[in-house]
């Protein structure tokens, strides 16, 4: 799709009522730094964005978040846009959109493993028909790329976070990926499968439950 390349796309999701696409990006030549998040629609015949609303200004109110690998959109099929953010903290939080203001609303104070009082970074997120919330990101608790599911009811027990569960383990790493060093990205839920693909050699990987659960499918 051809675009003016003036916006940088950092997360984009499609409703499934209607097909629209929905995307948070900033503007890198009509803003300037520290660039303000926005939402958008994005034109998929023209890859246009229009403009909706600013989510945050930048700058000391997002002190945390730049334009980085740090966000993923996704929509419940019953309308709802969640939009998830990680630091370096380590800390990922969760959030709903308004599509026409573009407010967010933090559900739950943070993103942390059942296991144990520690945080899940939620790199991508997808849902399937309906089911639970699925979110491809990292274990800070066992520093392992995983698949979990995420349940979106904040929990009391765990001073109201929300409490991701694990379903795949990934790859094993030596620490916190640093920001724009995430080996796996992009979780897909198509058919009750899901998929996921590794940056830099752009391999699609097919994930399941249980031991041996990653596979190649596509390379």
Do not use: H
Not at 24 to 38: A, E, F, G, I, K
Not at 116 to 145: E, H, I, K, Q, W
């Amino acid at each position: 799709i051809n675009g003016s390349m003036d916006q940088v796309v950092l997360g984009m999701a499609i409703r499934p009522s209607d097909g629209v696409a929905y995307a948070v990006y900033v503007d890198q030549t009509n803003d300037s730094s520290p660039y303000p998040l926005r939402l958008g629609t994005i034109n998929l015949t023209t890859g246009a964005i229009t403009y909706i609303a600013t989510i945050s200004s930048g700058g000391s109110d997002w002190s945390t978040l730049g334009a980085d690998d740090q966000y993923a959109l996704e929509f419940k099929a019953d309308g709802t846009l969640y939009l998830g953010t990680w630091s370096a903290s380590p800390i990922s939080n969760l959030y709903t959109v308004n599509l026409a203001t573009a407010a967010i609303t933090a559900v739950g104070v943070d993103v942390q493993m059942d296991s144990g009082a520690n945080s899940f970074l939620v790199y991508s997120m997808s849902y399937d028909s309906g089911g639970p919330l699925y979110a491809l990101g990292f274990d800070c608790t066992t520093n392992r790329y995983i698949t979990a599911s995420i349940n979106t009811t904040p929990n009391p027990s765990f001073g109201n976070a929300l409490l991701a569960t694990e379903e795949c383990e990934i790859l094993q790493a030596a620490s916190v990926p640093t920001v724009n060093n995430q080996i796996w990205m992009g979780l897909v839920n198509k058919g009750g499968e899901k998929f996921i693909w590794a940056r830099g050699t752009g391999d699609i990987y097919q994930v399941a439950d249980g031991s041996g659960c990653v596979t190649p499918f596509v390379q």
